[in-house]
């Protein structure tokens, strides 16, 4: 059975910080490309950042410089550092496994979502 865990979520002030985790099971995690999307209030669900099974990083305009995802393959782990976190990065974060990053299309296994609150 497929999961993706996702956790690292909460409440944080502008311009803090907040590490997120995805932690997945029934997968061959290492052959995947892995990413995170992102919904706020009202909006769709967007492509955030992405990183290939060789490692290749790729992000969204807005995140860009003060983002950076990574991953473990010894722990079935991708991972997004949120830095300089800014009110509009509030959302609902989800970890997918197998997006392909040109079309933003996803694949079809999805985290349960964790809550990124940035607010004064």
């Known amino acids: 059975q497929v999961q993706l865990v996702e956790s690292g979520g909460g409440l944080v002030q502008p311009g803090g910080s907040l590490r997120l985790s995805c932690t997945t099971s029934?997968?061959?995690?290492?052959?995947?490309?892995m990413g995170w999307y992102a919904q706020g209030p009202g909006t769709q669900r967007e492509l955030v950042a992405a990183?290939?099974?060789?490692?290749?990083?790729n992000y969204a305009d807005s995140v860009k410089d003060r983002f950076t995802i990574s991953r473990d393959n010894t722990k079935n782990t991708v991972y997004l550092q949120m830095n300089s976190l800014k009110p509009e990065d509030t959302a609902v974060y989800y970890c997918n496994v197998g997006l392909d990053w040109a079309s933003s299309n996803p694949g079809a296994y999805w985290g349960q979502g964790t809550q990124v609150t940035v607010s004064s």
């Open positions: 990183i290939t099974s060789s490692g290749r990083d």
């Open positions: 029934g997968i061959t995690f290492r052959i995947h490309t």
